[in-house]
């Protein structure tokens, strides 16, 4: 296998393996394997509309109705998960309605859920498993 590149099983095809791009294909085999959600239900580096703008996100995971679930933003591990990069996530999260959003760099991860009555967000003590909502 080429180091260079690295499978990505939403995709179906070879993907540069960058620091992100590792971050996100770990992200995803946790996702599946240890949370239960259904690789039929991801769309990986995919475009949305914020406030008239095309927008790209990195994973949007759906229900199983396809209304959006949780939405992901995957930095590199050098990149710190500050107040902007959850901001940027959240007004994407907001926008598309994703009950969870999650902000990850590989070394620290966020989870947050949306408030739908309080138009707020809270911290999640863990990522939740796919069939628990």
Do not use: W
């Amino acid at each position: 296998m080429n180091k260079d590149r690295v499978f990505c099983r939403i995709r179906k095809k070879y993907i540069v393996n960058t620091e992100e791009e590792e971050v996100r294909q770990n992200l995803i085999s946790y996702l599946i394997e240890n949370k239960s959600y259904p690789l039929s239900l991801f769309s990986v580096e995919g475009q949305i509309r914020v406030n008239n703008l095309i927008k790209r996100y990195d994973i949007l995971v759906y229900r199983r109705d396809f209304t959006p679930f949780m939405l992901i933003e995957c930095k590199a591990p050098h990149i710190p998960i500050n107040q902007n990069v959850i901001d940027q996530i959240s007004i994407y999260s907001h926008s598309i309605k994703a009950k969870y959003f999650i902000v990850t760099n590989g070394k620290e991860t966020y989870c947050l859920s949306r408030n739908e009555e309080e138009l707020n967000y809270r911290l999640e003590n863990e990522i939740p498993d796919f069939d628990s909502n």
